[in-house]
């Protein structure tokens, strides 16, 4: 042993340790880019992950198959039952058009939004290992002018947002984590403002939570909640999700709410980045809302 | 002392590059399985780095250390060069207590293993959650990094089999000469 410390190998494996140190302290000041080694080893895996990710999606939609055969059988029947019903109420077919335009004008939330630059829809690469908050990596980076901090969405609502960009491949952080605070309003309301933000708990069922909701607030149930706007990080109006239950913060001091965000963080295929819109904050400015 | 021949310097040379060669495939695929799937996955590049370490001089055992941390940062999220540092350590840590002290043995590797990997997932689960004092932040080690742990700890005992076949068929033997035993007996 004492050999090996006076050995030249020892002080080889000094300068290396140094070397490596030296790189994480070199990381960290790269403000949410990734190392080019780093960039490197994503291209070269992309396709290979790609592939098993497939595979890996395949094989866990058989094996839930397998595993809630009885549970999809009930629903089957659920669902028969629900499609006799909704037959029966295709005289109502006039309000249904009035509902359906309204949810298309959601879903084309792009058109209403003109001043959005968003990108061509990035495919999820696969989700972080063992990240109880589900980030996930999508398959375009700065080459398609996503840089930090820049919203991720679907059509149904917000994502998250992106924290670790390299070349071709970026990091997403979800609504789920609590590293990631989105400043939020009622949309039936207008007047109910909040901060999006998700718990250990909360991620576990796949919701995130509602704070410094005022005590006396008028959300319900259902109510559908909008980004506010405000931090400039994230565009105004954008669903986030829809509250599922409301309760009063431990300190009593104000209020709280479970939020089931709009799109199933858990599972996604597929995302779009929004890399501009009007009201958005300057980079240097963005970096001091993050937490 | 006995001296090689020229034939046995190439099969030295080109079994020697084989094994390396099949040592990095493995890793490769350990990281493709790692970033596969939405599932809780093990670690699989702890015991793979652990598993090239024991058999392995400190200089390359601290190198596939570094490499195999550098992957697991990128797979995790993590600070990049995190995990390398850590495995790095690790890795030349297990490769002198192998030289030094320890038999090639099953039990030894998997004791290392359970360790190493607890050390691993423990600071992980300190420096990325617990340190930001989340709420029930032990949830996340109850529900993820012990079960990642346990998980890891199953699949080291497949990687140890796997490497030990790679090594029984291309690892350099040593030869001794009658007066080299002699003269260590």
């Known amino acids: 042993m004492r050999q090996f410390l006076k050995s030249a190998r020892f002080k080889v494996l000094l300068v290396f340790l140094a070397f490596l140190v030296g790189i994480m302290i070199y990381a960290v000041t790269k403000g949410g880019y990734s190392l080019s080694g780093a960039s490197f080893i994503n291209t070269i895996t992309k396709p290979f992950r790609t592939a098993s990710n497939s595979i890996a999606a395949r094989f866990e939609s058989f094996t839930d198959k397998m595993n809630h055969a009885d549970e999809y059988y009930e629903e089957n029947q659920r669902l028969k039952e629900q499609i006799g019903e909704l037959n029966k109420q295709l005289t109502d077919y006039d309000n249904l058009k009035e509902e359906v335009e309204e949810l298309r004008k959601f879903v084309v939330i792009k058109e209403e939004h003109p001043d959005y630059i968003i990108t061509q829809p990035c495919e999820v690469l696969g989700y972080v290992t063992n990240d109880p908050f589900h980030s996930f990596t999508i398959d375009r980076g700065s080459a398609d002018d996503i840089f930090p901090y820049c919203p991720v969405v679907t059509a149904e609502g917000l994502i998250g947002i992106t924290i670790d960009v390299s070349e071709h491949t970026s990091t997403v952080r979800t609504i789920l984590s609590p590293d990631l605070s989105v400043a939020s309003v009622s949309s039936a309301t207008n007047a109910d403002y909040g901060i999006i933000e998700g718990t250990v708990l909360t991620a576990e069922n796949g919701s995130t939570k509602l704070t410094h909701l005022s005590t006396e607030n008028s959300l319900k149930v259902g109510d559908l909640m909008i980004t506010a706007g405000n931090s400039g990080l994230f565009p105004k109006g954008y669903a986030v999700g829809t509250v599922t239950d409301i309760g009063i913060e431990a300190n009593g001091l104000s209020a709280c709410a479970e939020i089931k965000p709009c799109v199933d963080i858990t599972r996604l295929s597929s995302v779009v980045v929004i890399t501009d819109f009007a009201g958005k904050k300057e980079d240097s400015d963005a970096d001091q809302d993050l937490p | ?185």
């Open chain 2, 1 to 185: 002392m006995r001296i090689k021949t020229s034939r046995e310097k190439r099969i030295f040379r080109f079994k020697t590059t084989l094994r390396w060669i099949i040592y990095y495939l493995i890793i490769f695929i350990c990281f493709i399985l790692m970033t596969s799937g939405t599932w809780l996955k093990p670690v699989l590049l702890v015991p793979a780095a652990i598993c090239i370490a024991k058999n392995n001089d400190q200089m390359p055992a601290a190198f596939t250390g570094a490499f195999c941390g550098f992957l697991i940062d990128i797979a995790c999220g993590r600070l990049y060069c995190y995990n390398a540092v850590l495995l790095t350590v690790f890795c030349v840590a297990v490769s002198l207590m192998f030289d030094l002290w320890l038999r090639s043995k099953f039990i030894n590797y998997m004791w290392l293993t359970i360790l190493v990997s607890y050390l691993q997932c423990w600071l992980d689960y300190k420096f990325y959650y617990q340190i930001w004092n989340y709420d029930n932040v032990e949830n996340i080690f109850v529900h993820v990094t012990l079960r990642v742990w346990l998980y890891t700890i199953i699949s080291s005992v497949i990687l140890y089999f796997l490497f030990k076949l790679v090594d029984h068929f291309l690892m350099p033997k040593e030869h001794l000469t009658i007066e080299e035993v002699i003269k260590t007996s």
